[in-house]
């Protein structure tokens, strides 16, 4: 039996892979912090997308979930992108199925909405909308919707409604959720600010209200980075996905961050991000699969929108 290759060693094979192949190597923050340190760039959705549509390398190996890499793919048809586990989905992707979303269109015509699709979707859902945010420029692409058609923001209740409780703009939504971040409650939020009591609390708009009424401070996971180096306080709860630690301990050093806890664990991982390994990160480069590929007619769709976020997050 061949026994594993050493971390060591398998860094070194991914540089060395990555540099042969003319490859990129994107990393969203809930990442492991080994897959991390490997990353031309970490970072949100949002600074995520801007990187993979700017890259010139011939090949972007996405180190996040599934709709992170399509979205990757949607805006370089002809680059190959591949992702180290296939099977990385998202639970808020699968809460809105492009089939259930077209039909309720469908359903409702008269109504006109003008969609908004959280980045957190399928290719196929953000081919059926007009416009596409994350949780760090929502609130600026709702201010920029048209004034006189309603609107319908997919997939995530959550973020949305903190996006209207921002903008003052009713909206209607659909009831996605993100399983890590429902996972915290008030009473388990409600306990480590007992323990800390001088400890700030820091969480993603993901979140319930309940949690999110409990914060200092509501944010995407960039915007996250800025707040805590710049408050003067020294402990921070952090109530989003554990791999953000790996990040902020790297960016704040000087600072103490708490693991937000649920009522189960003290921390909260996705399954789904977790699923990203060094290993996997290694032969996707070698093998160039598994891919992420989609029929043309949907990634022509779902770029228009896609774009008019990258535009519309400029202003």
């Known amino acids: ?79 190959i992108v591949v992702l180290p586990d296939a099977d990385a989905g998202c639970s808020l992707e699968q809460s809105c199925p492009a089939p259930e979303l077209e039909a309720f269109l469908k359903a409702n015509a008269e109504k006109n909405y003008y969609v908004i699709a959280y980045i957190n979707c399928s290719a196929g859902v953000k081919a059926l909308c007009d416009v596409i945010c994350t949780s760090g420029n929502a609130v600026k692409i709702v201010n920029q919707a048209p004034a006189d058609r309603p609107i319908l923001f997919v997939p995530d209740a959550n973020l949305g409604s903190w996006v209207m409780e921002q903008t003052g703009r009713k909206m209607d939504l659909w009831q996605g959720s993100c399983y890590v971040h429902v996972e915290f409650t008030r009473d388990s939020i409600s306990k480590i600010k007992e323990e800390y009591p001088d400890a700030l609390v820091v969480a993603h708009p993901e979140c319930t209200q309940a949690v999110r009424l409990l914060a200092d401070e509501v944010c995407s996971t960039e915007k996250m980075i800025t707040f805590c180096q710049n408050t003067p306080v020294k402990d921070i709860i952090i109530v989003t996905e554990s791999g953000m630690l790996n990040r902020l301990r790297k960016e704040c050093p000087d600072k103490n961050f708490i693991p937000g806890p649920t009522d189960r664990c003290a921390c ?30 949907t990634r022509r769709r779902a770029e228009a929108p896609l774009l008019r976020m990258l535009e519309q997050s400029k202003n």
């Open 268 to 297: 909260a991982d996705c399954r789904y991000m977790k699923m990203n390994t060094l290993q996997k990160l290694r032969d996707c480069l070698a093998n160039l699969e598994p891919r992420v590929d989609m029929d043309e007619e």
């Open 1 to 79: 039996m061949v026994a594993a290759a050493s971390s060591l060693d398998l860094k070194q094979e991914i540089l060395e892979l990555k540099k042969a192949r003319n490859a990129v190597i994107l990393v969203h923050n809930y990442q492991t912090g080994d897959i991390q340190e490997l990353g031309d760039y970490v970072g949100d959705s949002l600074g995520l997308a801007y990187h993979a549509k700017d890259t010139d390398a011939d090949v972007i190996a996405f180190c996040g979930v599934h709709f992170m890499a399509e979205t990757a793919k949607i805006v370089n048809p002809g680059k």
